[in-house]
């Protein structure tokens, strides 16, 4: 059987053959095959992160979900593309007497933490990875429920409560049960500039036997303190 990737990735590709027996008397008995082979596709929560004015002695970062939608484990890795250009504006209009500042293409300002993964599928929507619902008190207990109740975990290192504590808890503890769904991996980006420039890197994420997508992050570093007004970007 010869099988070729070249369709779609996460699309089932059908291959067919020949399951050919041979016999001392020199007759041949062909018996036909039919396989259908599926790859991953990984897909990101945005396609661009803008952190906003960041002061330089400061940082901030970001969460980032990287989905699966087929039933095909996909292991992926991410680096940068060098030069790989900024962000394209919607507009071409050029106003007269107004000069664009120019972007800088630093990666070491972007930490990327994992740089790779798995994601098994097929993950929920964003919406439903990011829902933060309320304790269900009416809900029978834990030991005799068929899907566990994801609720927001406390964070002890900042004593809140964060979604990406949330998000990350119910990304490591999937598949406790057949009825459990699987959900979006979530990593984190942190952006901490060295100069009072802007900056603009972009990060290709790559999924093994299958696509891959580019991520665009910006952001703004500053001397001044009353001008630090950071985002930290989060899905939606």
Known sequence: IIASFGGDAGKPTE???DLIFSYPTGQKLHVPLVTSIST????????????????????????YL???????????????????????????????????????????????????????GPTVSI???????????NRAPLENSVVPERLV?????????????????KHKQQHQNEADACFPMPITIHFHPKRNVRYCSRFR????????????????GTYEEHEHRPLNPIPR
């Open 66 to 120: 990287i989905s699966n939608p087929t039933d095909v484990p996909a292991r992926w890795t991410v680096t940068h593309v060098p030069h790989g250009g900024a962000w394209k504006p919607a507009s071409a209009i050029r106003v007269k007497g107004f000069e664009q500042i120019p972007e800088e293409d630093d990666p070491e300002v972007f930490t990327v933490t994992p740089n790779a993964g798995s994601v098994e």
């Open 205 to 220: 994420f790559s999924c093994e036997f299958a696509n891959s997508f580019d991520l665009v992050v910006q952001g703004e």
């Open 15 to 17: 291959a067919r053959g």
């Open 40 to 63: 991953p596709f990984i897909t990101g929560s945005s396609p661009r992160l803008y952190f906003g004015i960041c002061h330089v002695r400061q940082q901030c970062q970001a969460m």
């Open 127 to 137: 919406a439903a990875a990011m829902a933060a619902p309320p304790k269900d008190y």
């Open 153 to 169: 975990q406390a964070s002890w290192a900042t004593n809140t409560l964060t979604i990406k504590d949330a998000v990350d808890l």
